[in-house]
């Protein structure tokens, strides 16, 4: 046998042919495939040891026990912690965002100093303290010169911060407008009360809420969703303008917001009816106002709910082993006091048990406010008169460039003040502020919550660090006790940490509990005797309408998925907002069909919604789950600052939400703005 | 003139008569292609990786009385705890050495003689105790079913099915195979492929969706 050309391309042919039959081509081709998936740049998984440490999340405003999970100590992910008796392994949508939001890009990560608009410097933690002392020691003497806005009730960097306002001749302590901040107000100083008003969730089997959205956003919403977890056969129902996401899981009763106080007082006359009673001092007072003003046939002309319904509603209520009535405003602030008052009035004539009051936490920094004394200024006071601003502003997880009503207005009362932001990211106060110092994330620092605003026992847990980012942030207590030193201010503690052991020990916890992320509770206290119903209240406070209102209420809703006044979108939830919320960047108003046909607009379609104060844009999506006249949307979209991931993203509800005078209390109040719409 | 044709085309006097013989060097590549693809080449693509340590789960098991669970267990969330760590390890050998201590016992006995397995279970201790223990590193321990990334693969869920279904060490394995590494992708020879994950999943009734998996 010759070896010749056609020997070879036999060969080779034959050779071409044997391979196909073997793996080699295949297995070559699929390891390449394999091959192709783990370039150097392709992230990895960090995989080991998986650990989970305890802390008390503060991404929302009640905040979440919860445990932070790591692998080969990166933290990785949170999850609820069953052991603690208040939120029960419960976890709201922006606490299980938590960690990912400590590596977020909006991260303050080194103090800054404007130099000009939008344009910053950065400096060391000195160069920052020096400017602070500087600033602040400028205006000491000046009384109320130095103020603070704190956007978190519950810490004790509360403590640290009013003490030095105080030493510092100022009472300009204010907290970031919230339903809490109204109720305190109102119960101490108007219902004679002391402390904070208790909502027990626990085996309560029949809940009237007015117009509070309480088992999505109101309050400690996570508490009272695991309690309800709890309580299967309980019925709920929902008064309000809007049928929210706690409508939808019991009856929802079509009421106008505003009229909510005239809903819960007729259900007080038929209550009263039953036989019901006060041992309050102004009882008798309350029941001749209802029996005169509230009879069935108002009622019914009011708010067009008749006699036999409104019966069957307080039968409800008298049947229920343990009523609870909670009011509140559909996106949780710029509440009015009376509805607040018309619920306590309801608890206290069923008697529930489920109302109570907790009392106010010892304080244990020297000269330090109780929480009824951070609630008692308005921060909307001096911001509609112009005057006696303070000329140095601390923002304490506060974001009020973003989150007051009237913002445009606000934002400009700002700009005399020298502001110092502490923020975590940089939000839309942060950018806006003179100086801005890096606080570190809820869970790198020390701090802890008493009582957060809707849960029913005395309560407090305490914030262990279980992360580090390793960005060049401060817990804010300990910028605060730095600053109060550089000022010559003797606080006695050295760091939160101290302060927190403190409060610990003065409120008879265990630490080592506590370090667990148990919860120390005990029960609330009964509604003392002295307090009153508020009938002198009921009958004076009524709103002032400063000129023409607007032809349509505006009921914005606070979903706690879309964040927070002082927390934007986390990155990860922004899956969760409904196409019908939000469409690339334009954002739906919500209106019945009836709404529609009124103002000539189909789905879809871009209208303006005008104030007096100012204006925004967004699309129509028609839903009969909003009654005629109204209009909703959610807050927390339409930042300025940020990140891409959130930044420009629909619009600010804060920009038409209109400020009014409610008389009899003189509180500024925003619950149901009116605007006008306008197809574009 | 028929058989001087034969002569010019074929000189081959053993395949003299056959018609097949102008097909032979087609046949030739053929074979010898096919034996390559199928006995050369496989071993040619894998390199041999000897684990770190010398390890016996038939000593963990058999002789001292572990159950698997004592090492690889579900943590409370139900993720698998996989391969222990060396804290988790340290906790029975740290302080004390179990061969070091049988050694030290039973050779006081007259005429002992330490057995070879006995030597390298003890040597293989030595090392560990030296290297890893008193360190505090990380074994770096081969695993021969280690998935990429994109596989999320749950143990809890496939609790029911025994683990050499799977994996080609059990609990009465000595000696740990060598691992055979692709020189191309890295993954071990033993890696399941996802033909074999669906094959099962077919079988058994269940889900083959992507999201099943690729989450």
Known sequence: MDFNRRTFIQVAAGGTAGIL??????????????????????????????????????????????????????????VGNEANTITKGGLCPLCLSGVQMAYSPSRVRTPLLKTAENQYKEISWDE????????????????????????????????????????????????????????????????????????DFADVDFGLFLGA????????????????????????????????????????????????????????????????????????????FIQEKYTPIAVEREIGIGEKEMEAIAKRLLAAKKPLVVAGSSFSQGGTSTAFVASVVLNRLLETAAFGVIPEAPTVVKNAMKRSELAAQDIMQPIIQGTNFP????????????????????????QHSFVISMSTYLDETAEKADLILPANHPYERHDDSYAPFGTGLVNYNIVTPTMNSGIDAKTPGDIVLSLAKSLNVDLVFANMQEIVEAKTKALGATSSELMQGLAFTKPANKVPTKTILGALLLKTATIKENG???????????????????????????????????????????????????????????????SKVGEIVAKVNIAESVMPGVITAPIGLGRTAWDHFTKGKGANLFNVIEVVTESGTNMNVWEYPAVNIAKV | MEENKKEKTCKCKLFATCKCCKYLPFFIGFL???????????????TDKEQPVWFSHKVHVEEQGEPCETCHYFNEDGSFSGIPNTESCATCHEGSSYVADRVESESGEEGYVMPVETKRALDAETEYMEKYVETGKEVPWLVYQYQPDNVFFSHKAHESITCNTCHIVDGATNDNPVLQENKLTGYSKNTMKMAECESCHAEKGQSNACYVCHK
């Not at chain 1, 009730?153 to 009472?171: D, F, G, K, M, Y």
């Not at chain 2, 010898?32 to 894998?46: E, K, S």
Request: with cysteine.
């Open chain 1, 548 to 610: 023409k209102k607007g032809k349509y209420s505006l009921a914005p809703q606070f979903l706690l998925n879309i964040g927070t006044v002082s927390l934007a979108t986390p990155p990860l939830n922004l899956i969760t907002i409904r196409d019908t919320e939000l469409s690339y960047n334009d954002m739906f108003v919500a209106m019945c069909s009836t709404t529609a046909k009124e103002l000539s607009v189909m789905q879809g379609d871009k209208v303006r919604v005008s």
């Open chain 1, 21 to 78: 039959f073997t793996p080699v081509i295949w297995k070559t081709l699929d390891d390449i495939s394999i091959w192709s998936q783990n370039w150097g740049w392709i992230p990895k998984l960090n995989r080991g040891n998986v650990a989970e440490k305890a802390t008390y999340s503060k991404m929302c405003p009640a905040g979440c026990a919860a445990k932070v999970k790591s692998v080969k100590e990166f933290p990785y992910a949170t």
């Open chain 1, 391 to 414: 000329e140095v502003i601390i923002t304490y997880e506060a974001n009020p460039f973003y989150g007051l009503p009237a913002l445009r207005n606000a934002v400009e009362v700002f």
């Open chain 2, 32 to 46: 010898v292609t096919l034996g390559f693809g199928w006995l050369i080449f496989p071993n040619l693509m894998l």
């Open chain 1, 213 to 288: 959205d309480v088992f999505e956003s109101w309050g400690a919403a996570v508490a009272a969703k695991e309690a309800r977890a709890l309580t299967p056969d309980a019925t709920y129902m929902y008064a309000g303008s809007v049928q929210t996401r706690t409508a939808s899981i019991g009856d929802w009763l079509p009421v106008q917001n505003d009229k909510l106080t005239a809903f819960a007082l007729g259900l007080a006359f038929h209550i009263l009816r039953a036989g019901k009673r006060s041992g309050t001092s102004d009882f008798a007072q309350f029941r001749t």
């Open chain 1, 128 to 199: 920052a303290m020096s400017i602070m002392v500087e600033k602040i020691g400028a205006v000491r003497k000046k009384k109320n010169a130095f103020g603070v806005i704190s956007g978190d009730i519950t810490s004790s960097t509360n403590e640290v911060l009013s003490a030095l306002c105080r030493s510092l001749n100022s009472n300009a302590y204010y907290l970031m407008p919230s339903d809490a901040r109204t109720e305190l107000f109102v119960w101490n100083s108007f219902l004679g009360g002391s402390g904070q008003p208790a909502y």
